[in-house]
């Protein structure tokens, strides 16, 4: 009988092992670790939490994240139900005793007696076979340049370079404006494109002065290996020079204002649009490493963005991902090599929760493959669905970055207020719908043949 090889024991790999290993299928986890160690993991154990204790909000009424863990527990997914089991108190967060949880999914896959676990490192994507790679944000180095070798070296990032993103909807159109510079682009579409945000002197020397002196995040140890300054953050861009961004991302040029035709802006802050939907605007070039609240303090002094609301802040971070949208099919294969699937945090997700998520689908997908099983479609309005569409489908292959899940990646309800006071009841009507999609989805599956849950 055929095996499923997934390298890579981290959140997606060890809940893609139990996934597959639950409907029949044979497993081989391959994980590198304790012989080959990355900067940031300390243990040997499948599902090591390398930071945060943390799976973020467990409320899955109104939280994508939330949602994300109602829907996982309703798959029988292994993070999420020994998250559960080793839980500790932390409001509304989902936080957990972190060796217990590791040494807990390390001893349930050990005990499945579909699972088997080989401490190794793959540094070839073979011809041959069913495998997952779920090798993460700090896939070793030999596999990094195998994956490059196969897919082309501009398709593999190994740093993220996020720029904070914007829901549409919480920008003040009566400031900011649609326009492409120089009007470029010939449909109405293309227009709509950019969103541009006028400063005048005194508002780019406030903020200047604001991102100058703002909280700002280091790089952990190691993290920086192979770091180059093609990205640099913003701020360090103005460390370089007061007018630096207004000679660069924020230069105002090509661009009229029709709020005010008759006065040219002395910066201007553009954000381009984010995904297929329309709904999420990243800022251009605003990538940095200020700390989350100093971040949203200074992008509010931006006119038009008094009172946005971010879909996801900026950052950078050490970050192997693949360009999902051109190289991934909706089943998570590669294109060029459909015996591999990738699945976890190098598909373009970002955090524990997302990444377990992604590796719960590429599971179910690869044992239907095995099997001869029928899959459904995973339905777009789910939360799973909606993070899969958004990387391999929905994003702007572009300029692709490391997506959170967040209800701006669901398509909207109709006949619902928008802006911040219908939050509430957008959000229900979002989590409500998916549920139902999520449990249609589930309940059309075959029946699991061999359960160890
Ligand atoms: P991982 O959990 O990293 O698992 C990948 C596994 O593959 C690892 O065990 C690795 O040893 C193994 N591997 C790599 N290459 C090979 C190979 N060639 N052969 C065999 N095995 C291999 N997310 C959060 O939600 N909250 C946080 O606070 C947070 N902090 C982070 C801090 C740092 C420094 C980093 C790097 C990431 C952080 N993340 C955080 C992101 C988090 O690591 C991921 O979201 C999550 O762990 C990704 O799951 P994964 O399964 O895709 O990768």
């Not at 109405?188 to 604001?210: G, L």
């Not at 207004?246 to 035709?261: C, D, E, I, Y």
Request: hydrophobic share 40%; charged share 25%; net charge negative.
């Amino acid at each position: 009988t055929q095996e499923l090889h997934i390298v890579g024991g981290g959140m997606a790999g060890s809940e893609a092992a139990w996934q597959a290993a639950n409907r029949g299928i044979s497993v081989v986890i391959h994980e590198m670790r304790p012989k080959v160690e990355t900067f940031a993991h300390k243990t040997g154990d499948l599902g090591e939490m390398v930071c945060s204790n943390s799976f973020r909000s467990d409320d899955h009424e109104q939280n994508a994240v939330g949602l994300l863990h109602w829907e996982m527990r309703e798959a029988g997914g292994l993070i999420i139900t020994t998250a559960h089991q080793h839980r500790l108190p932390a409001g509304g967060a989902l936080a957990v005793d972190r060796d217990a949880f590791s040494a807990a999914i390390t001893a349930r896959l050990h005990a499945h007696p579909n699972v088997r676990v080989s401490h190794e490192e793959v540094t070839e994507l073979p011809d041959d076979g069913y495998w997952i790679f779920a090798t993460g944000p700090l896939t070793s180095a030999a596999l990094g340049q195998a994956i490059q070798r196969e897919t082309g070296t501009d398709r593999l990032a190994f740093f993220d370079a996020i720029a904070p993103i914007v829901y549409f909807d919480s920008i003040d159109m009566s400031k900011a404006w649609l326009q492409s510079r120089y009007d470029k682009g010939e449909t109405e579409e293309e227009q709509r494109a950019y969103i541009n945000c006028p400063m005048d002197k005194a508002q780019y020397d406030a903020f200047i002065d604001a991102l100058l002196a703002a909280d700002k995040t280091e790089f952990h140890e190691g993290e920086t290996a192979g770091y180059f300054d093609g990205c640099l953050p913003i701020e360090v861009m103005s460390e370089r020079g007061r007018e630096t961004l207004r000679h660069g991302p924020m230069k105002p040029v090509g661009l009229t204002n029709p709020h005010a035709p008759d006065v040219k802006p002395w910066a201007v802050v553009q954000l381009r649009r984010d995904n297929a939907l329309g709904t999420l605007y990243n800022i251009v070039g605003f990538q940095t490493k200020m700390k989350y609240g100093a971040q949203a303090d200074v992008f509010r002094t931006i006119p038009g963005l008094e009172n946005a609301s971010f879909a996801r802040l900026g950052g950078i971070h050490r970050n192997t991902f693949l360009n999902s949208p051109t190289l991934l099919d909706d089943q998570m294969r590669l294109r060029s090599k459909p015996n591999i699937r990738f699945a976890g945090q190098v598909t373009g997700v970002e955090g524990y929760v997302e990444s377990s998520a992604m590796g719960l689908l590429s599971g179910r997908m690869a044992a239907a493959e095995m099997t001869g099983a029928s899959l459904p479609t995973v339905p777009q309005d789910s939360a799973h669905g909606a993070l899969i569409y958004h990387i391999t489908g929905g994003a702007e292959a572009k300029t692709f970055q490391p997506m959170n899940v967040n209800f701006g990646l669901f398509r909207p309800v109709d006949g619902l207020k928008g802006g911040r006071r219908g939050r509430k009841d957008r959000y229900k009507a979002y989590t409500d719908r998916a549920k139902d999609a999520w449990s249609d989805w589930l309940a059309a599956q075959e029946p699991i043949q061999s359960a160890a849950e």
